[in-house]
T-cell receptor
Framework: DTAVSQTPKYLVTQMGNDKSIKCEQN?????MYWYKQDSKKFLKIMFS???????INETVPNRFSPKSPDKAHLNLHINSLELGDSAVYFC????????????????FGPGTRLTVL | GQNIDQPTEMTATEGAIVQINCTYQ??????LFWYQQHAGEAPTFLSY????GLEEKGRFSSFLSRSKGYSYLLLKELQMKDSASYLC??????????FGPGTRLSVLP
């Protein structure tokens, strides 16, 4: 069974369009994240949610809006796509503060490669 | 500010030992992680250090010195499948994680 899943795996779209990426985790984790990995392979945190509440919102354009309908899902909606949004987007989850070991290891989804033309 | 440095690329021979260094300056420290990422795949967890010293896990070990803002990942008995990028990440305050640029390791026969 896939622990953290994302759809779609590939997304090719035109500039100016609006698109969504879905993420689901079946690990029972409390915390979920969205990361962006650009062409230079830098992995940067965008958002973090703990039990459906936003706890981290890095300097990300407000065209990006995360939505967490329940603690197992964290979707990412992007409005008015720009060329610079092309990247691989990774969803991740961790136990968060509930981790008894304290490591709070993150488990990553397979990534969504977004290409904006 | 937050800054994590790692060498960009390293090359080693199958069967050898390689050490990948990571230096960090972050606001707050609640642990340092190493992740492995094969090309086109997701990062996977390798190790975690929160106290100074060495953590050993099979062929992989990770060391931390908090006073020096320094960590390394040691890979022994290198195998071809170890060719990947190795990402150093620091957890700051709360659930904020900062990743380094990654070190691309090539293992040659």
């Amino acid at each position: 069974d896939t622990a953290v899943s994302q759809t779609p795996k590939y997304l090719v779209t035109q500039m100016g369009n609006d698109k969504s990426i879905k993420c689901e985790q079946n690990l029972g984790h409390d915390t979920m994240y969205w990361y962006k990995q650009d062409s230079k392979k830098f992995l940067k945190i965008m958002f973090s949610y703990n039990n459906k509440e936003l706890i981290i919102n890095e300097t990300v354009p407000n065209r990006f809006s995360p939505k967490s309908p329940d603690k197992a899902h964290l979707n990412l909606h992007i409005n008015s796509l720009e060329l610079g949004d092309s990247a691989v987007y990774f969803c991740a989850s961790s136990q968060g503060r509930a981790d008894p070991a304290g490591t709070d290891t993150q488990y990553f989804g397979p990534g969504t490669r977004l290409t904006v033309l | 500010g937050q800054n994590i440095d790692q060498p960009t690329e390293m090359t080693a021979t199958e069967g050898a030992i390689v050490q990948i260094n990571c230096t960090y300056q972050t606001s707050g420290f609640n642990g340092l992680f190493w992740y492995q990422q094969h090309a086109g795949e997701a990062p996977t967890f390798l190790s975690y250090n929160v106290l100074d010293g060495l953590e050993e896990k099979g062929r992989f070990s990770s060391f931390l010195s908090r006073s020096k803002g320094y960590s390394y990942l040691l890979l022994k008995e290198l195998q071809m499948k170890d060719s990947a990028s190795y990402l150093c990440a620091v957890r700051g305050y709360g659930q904020n994680f900062v990743f380094g640029p990654g070190t691309r390791l090539s293992v040659l026969p």
